[in-house]
């Protein structure tokens, strides 16, 4: 059963600093992308950070110098370290592993910037 669980997610301060951890199981997860989307109130689901199978990255301008992607091919984990969080950074954060006739998700977790 492929499985891809999101966790880490909660309430932050604005200023404030969290991990999110993606865990896959039933899947493949070295030789593939990875990536992270969030989707906030209201607005339509949106890529994050992406990181491909050698560590190459990429972010969205909105996130860039505040928010690190990484993966851990042996363990099939991956992370979004977020620091500097902001309001608008709330949403639902999901892990996505793109294929070509396939797309597989996570169920998402919560992160909430809020004072």
């Known amino acids: 059963q492929v499985q891809l669980v999101e966790s880490g997610g909660g309430l932050v301060q604005p200023g404030g600093s969290l991990t999110l951890s993606c865990s896959a199981s039933?899947?493949?997860?070295?030789?593939?992308?990875m990536n992270w989307y969030r989707q906030g109130p209201g607005k339509q689901r949106e890529l994050v950070a992406t990181?491909?199978?050698?560590?190459?990255?990429h972010y969205a301008d909105s996130v860039k110098g505040r928010f690190t992607i990484s993966r851990d091919n042996a363990k099939k984990m991956m992370y979004l370290q977020m620091s500097s969080l902001k309001p608008e950074d709330t949403g639902v954060y999901y892990c996505?592993?793109?294929?070509?006739?396939?797309?597989?998700w996570g169920q998402g977790t919560q992160v909430t910037v809020s004072a």
């Open positions: 990181i491909t199978s050698g560590g190459t990255t």
């Open positions: 996505n592993q793109p294929r070509d006739t396939i797309d597989y």
């Open positions: 039933g899947l493949i997860f070295s030789p593939y992308v």
